[in-house]
């Protein structure tokens, strides 16, 4: 009976020292930030120059459409004491439906541009978790966090993966032909 306690006792403290090292193992933690990846790969600051070119677009748009309201602005002061009640409330209604209609402009503008955002962000966040999850799996973390989502006190250096995974990123995305 006491050889079996015995036995039984050993094999205990065998599986405790296998499940504890399994357990070390399997604690690593790493760390990314998609943010940064989204901005310094590759896919990332080519699409920083489209969105480049759409705000200058939108924006010379824009500049040219408040230099007509201010000029209108400036013939309307100037004109009132010469003008009608009726020619009066005439211009100004003119300039409200412009100003208006700048305003629809500039929310369509900022709409284009969130919108695009969004679209580059369900595109490529999906890839760059995959290229993290492959790199957790090959060298056995257990977990992974974005520390650009989720507040994070402190994180090792040595376990942010950010930099491999925009190489690793970079090397294999492929953006899809539309």
């Known amino acids: 009976m006491r050889r079996t306690t015995l036995a039984i006792s050993a094999l205990a403290m065998v599986l405790l020292l296998i499940g504890a090292n399994a357990a070390s193992a399997a604690d690593r933690i790493g760390f990314i930030d998609i943010r940064?990846?989204?901005?310094?790969?590759?896919?990332g600051k080519k699409a920083a120059e489209e969105f480049k070119k759409t705000f200058e677009?939108?924006?010379?748009?824009i500049t040219d459409k408040e230099n007509e309201l201010r000029k209108l602005k400036?013939?309307?002061e100037k004109q009132r004491p010469l003008l009608t009640?009726?020619?009066f409330?005439?211009?100004s209604s003119a300039y409200e439906k412009k100003f208006r209609d700048y305003q629809i402009m500039v929310k369509?503008?900022?709409?284009?541009?969130q919108n695009k955002e969004q679209?580059?962000?369900?595109?490529?966040?999906?890839?760059i978790l995959k290229v993290a999850q492959t790199i957790g799996e090959k060298e056995k973390f257990a977990m992974i966090i974005d520390v650009s989502a989720v507040p994070v006190a402190y994180h090792s250096k040595e376990n942010d993966l950010t930099k491999r995974v925009t190489e690793e990123f970079n090397r294999t995305y492929k953006p899809k032909k539309q």
């Open 36 to 43: 940064e990846i989204m901005i310094s790969s590759n896919a």
């Open 57 to 61: 677009r939108n924006r010379t748009g």
């Open 74 to 76: 400036e013939d309307l």
């Open 85 to 87: 009640e009726n020619a």
């Open 89 to 91: 409330k005439d211009k």
């Open 108 to 113: 369509d503008a900022n709409d284009d541009l």
């Open 119 to 127: 679209d580059l962000a369900k595109t490529l966040i999906p890839e």
